[in-house]
């Protein structure tokens, strides 16, 4: 009875000293990285090198889902109401600080429904032209469109897009009338664009670069306020005459609020890494890994929340 007792308190004692499932170490299971966009498109390609990555470091499957829909409102509405553990985070774009103002009836807000974890990836995107159009230079373009009001037109991805916005935003610095035809996406812009229905259009430099390359558009300037080393031999906004023009199309991750603040820094330290190691796979995209403190992360999406704003107001745009 004795030796039966002695050898209960030692189980005891050991399983005192093992993890409990309750306080498994975080991540214990598949982490869930959701996109607002379709596969193939460049936060979605951006993601997969993230979540291959990630899942190396984290020693974790890290599953890639795309959710599109409602101008990646849909994404966005899904994550705000995840469990606040950890699990299922957000892939955040220019995008969500545009639809802050956009949408006027949202069910979710960008600044409380979430945290910001950490940034991956700064890209750009170009201004371009057909390339055998008239404009070598921002220079050119602005004379013509100011010496035709109202009749120089520019393409986008769609109503609201950040295609669309860094036109409007070119046009309110530049202090000129240029017509928006949006397009559903950007390659119908870019047929349309190649056939001189429309004169210029902003666009992602991933899928612009090689169509510059091969000589078929000419670009005229890229849009961050500091040039991509992928990007050198093209002018920023800023340096070809548009003074203060900056678009940076930041790329990040974000959790539903109330996500563990230990599980908010083992992602930062790990998706920081993973950015870096990914550096070299950036470039071609047409970006570059830039990490930052979630505090910072946040102060970022601040300022772009009230830039866009800014802009939306001033050119009056809604889509509800």
Same mark, same amino acid.
């Given at each position: 009875?004795?030796?039966?007792?002695?050898?209960?308190?030692?189980?005891?004692?050991l399983a005192a000293g093992l993890p409990s499932p309750a306080r498994a170490a975080y991540?214990?299971?598949?982490?869930?990285?959701?996109?607002?966009?379709?596969?193939?498109?460049?936060?979605?390609?951006?993601?997969?090198?993230?979540?291959?990555?990630?899942?190396?470091?984290?020693?974790?499957?890290?599953?890639?889902?795309?959710?599109?829909?409602?101008?990646?409102?849909?994404?966005?509405?899904?994550?705000?109401?995840?469990?606040?553990?950890?699990?299922?985070?957000?892939?955040?774009?220019?995008?969500?600080?545009?639809?802050?103002?956009?949408?006027?009836?949202?069910?979710?807000?960008?600044?409380?429904?979430?945290?910001?974890?950490?940034?991956?990836?700064?890209?750009?995107?170009?201004?371009?032209?057909?390339?055998?159009?008239?404009?070598?230079?921002? #220079? $050119? @373009?602005? +004379?013509?469109?100011?010496?035709?009001? &109202?009749?120089?037109?520019?393409? %986008?991805?769609?109503?609201?897009?950040?295609?669309?916005?860094?036109?409007?935003?070119?046009?309110?610095?530049?202090?000129?009338?240029?017509?928006?035809?949006?397009?559903?996406?950007?390659?119908?812009?870019?047929?349309?664009?190649?056939?001189?229905?429309?004169?210029?259009?902003?666009?992602?430099?991933?899928?612009?670069?090689?169509?510059?390359?091969?000589?078929?558009?000419?670009?005229?300037?890229?849009?961050?306020?500091?040039?991509?080393?992928?990007?050198?031999?093209?002018?920023?906004?800023?340096?070809?005459?548009?003074?203060?023009?900056?678009?940076?199309?930041?790329?990040?991750?974000?959790?539903?609020?109330?996500?563990?603040?230990?599980?908010?820094?083992?992602?930062?330290?790990?998706?920081?890494?993973?950015? #870096? $190691? @990914?550096? +070299?796979?950036?470039?071609?995209?047409? &970006?570059?890994?830039?990490?930052? %403190?979630?505090?910072?992360?946040?102060?970022?999406?601040?300022?772009?929340?009230?830039?866009?704003?800014?802009?939306?107001?001033?050119?009056?745009?809604?889509?509800?």
């Amino acid at each position: 009875m004795r030796r039966s007792l002695i050898a209960c308190c030692l189980l005891l004692i050991l399983a005192a000293g093992l993890p409990s499932p309750a306080r498994a170490a975080y991540p214990d299971r598949p982490i869930h990285l959701i996109v607002p966009f379709s596969p193939g498109g460049g936060v979605d390609v951006i993601t997969r090198l993230l979540a291959h990555r990630l899942s190396e470091r984290l020693n974790q499957v890290v599953i890639v889902e795309n959710r599109p829909g409602g101008g990646a409102n849909i994404a966005n509405q899904y994550v705000a109401n995840a469990a606040a553990d950890g699990y299922t985070l957000l892939m955040y774009s220019p995008a969500a600080a545009i639809n802050a103002s956009l949408y006027q009836n949202l069910t979710y807000n960008l600044k409380t429904d979430f945290v910001p974890v950490a940034s991956v990836l700064s890209g750009a995107l170009l201004l371009v032209v057909a390339a055998d159009s008239k404009f070598h230079d921002v #220079h $050119d @373009l602005i +004379a013509a469109a100011k010496a035709k009001p &109202g009749e120089l037109n520019f393409a %986008s991805a769609g109503i609201g897009s950040t295609e669309h916005l860094a036109g409007e935003l070119f046009a309110q610095i530049a202090g000129i009338d240029v017509v928006h035809v949006p397009y559903k996406g950007t390659g119908l812009g870019l047929n349309d664009l190649l056939a001189g229905q429309v004169q210029f259009l902003f666009g992602g430099s991933a899928g612009l670069v090689p169509q510059v390359q091969s000589g078929q558009l000419r670009a005229l300037a890229q849009t961050p306020i500091s040039k991509l080393p992928e990007l050198s031999n093209i002018p920023t906004m800023d340096q070809a005459g548009v003074p203060g023009y900056d678009v940076s199309t930041t790329i990040g991750v974000l959790a539903p609020k109330g996500t563990p603040a230990g599980a908010i820094t083992l992602l930062n330290t790990e998706i920081s890494a993973s950015a #870096h $190691d @990914l550096d +070299a796979r950036f470039g071609p995209l047409g &970006g570059q890994a830039v990490t930052m %403190s979630p505090q910072e992360f946040g102060a970022l999406i601040a300022s772009q929340i009230a830039k866009w704003a800014g802009v939306i107001t001033k050119a009056k745009i809604h889509v509800d």
